[in-house]
């Protein structure tokens, strides 16, 4: 869109690439904690979104949706390194649900149900399912984050999103890593399995994928970061 003057319009880029900020904050708020506001998300974004303007060239070879994404997603996480949003207890209880999983697989030889996982963590199920919801924030790309004792000296986004090669794609390269994580989601019970690639794959929202599951936002989140967490459990050898 260019104006008569032959440069390009900014207010009218904005206002057509507004509905790709809002996009990426509701695909990216799932994997935060629930302290984080959508609409403090998208304010960022937008910021983002004018800074993109403000770079792009078309010389650069890349269509401007695809750039303005990787500016709007770095203004978003840049917001977030700065906030430092993992409190020290939700990385304490998602550490505490993954040793839970990884020991009751052991035990087990299987998949630990949520009940299991509740009841071996001396918790009620409710109670279990709301910290869930509460340490919502692990993602894929952190399943390297195996050592311990570190977790309290540096910002957790400074340590794993730092430069702009920090994505789910640049970490997975390693064929073995790929192909060890590839059989943990198979493993997946199946539930949780169809919200890691309805989200993952398919680029798909909280709301849109409680439609299809016929269950609440909330649930999604839960059955997300169990996901995540059985995963992270299975991937600490790698």
């Excluded at 008569?4 to 904690?33: E, S, Y």
């Excluded at 009940?115 to 199920?125: G, H, N």
Aim: with cysteine.
């Amino acid at each position: 869109m260019y104006t008569a003057h032959g440069q390009l319009d900014r207010d009218a880029l904005i206002r057509q690439h507004a509905p790709l900020v809002r996009r990426i904050a509701q695909h990216m708020i799932a994997k935060l904690p629930p302290n984080v506001e959508l609409d403090d998300l998208i304010q960022v974004g937008m910021i983002g979104l004018a800074d993109a303007l403000s770079r792009f060239e078309t010389s650069q070879g890349v269509q401007f949706e695809t750039f303005a994404g990787q500016r709007i997603r770095g203004a978003m996480l840049d917001e977030l390194r700065e906030n430092d949003w993992m409190s020290r207890s939700s990385r304490k209880g998602q550490k505490d649900i993954e040793s839970a999983i990884r020991r009751l697989e052991q035990q087990l030889g299987r998949a630990p149900r949520e009940s299991e996982i509740a009841a071996f963590m001396e918790m009620e199920l409710v109670d279990y399912q709301s910290m869930l919801s509460k340490v919502r924030g692990t993602q894929l790309i952190y399943l390297e984050d195996i050592s311990a004792g570190e977790e309290d000296s540096s910002s957790f986004l400074d340590r794993h999103v730092a430069d702009a090669d920090a994505d789910p794609f640049s970490m997975l390269r390693d064929d073995r890593m790929r192909s060890a994580l590839v059989q943990a989601i198979e493993n997946l019970p199946e539930r949780e399995k169809y919200v890691m690639g309805m989200y993952y794959e398919h680029d798909m929202n909280l709301k849109e994928i409680a439609a299809v599951l016929e269950v609440t936002e909330s649930r999604v989140c839960q059955l997300h970061s169990q996901a995540i967490a059985r995963l992270r459990a299975k991937m600490r050898a790698h």
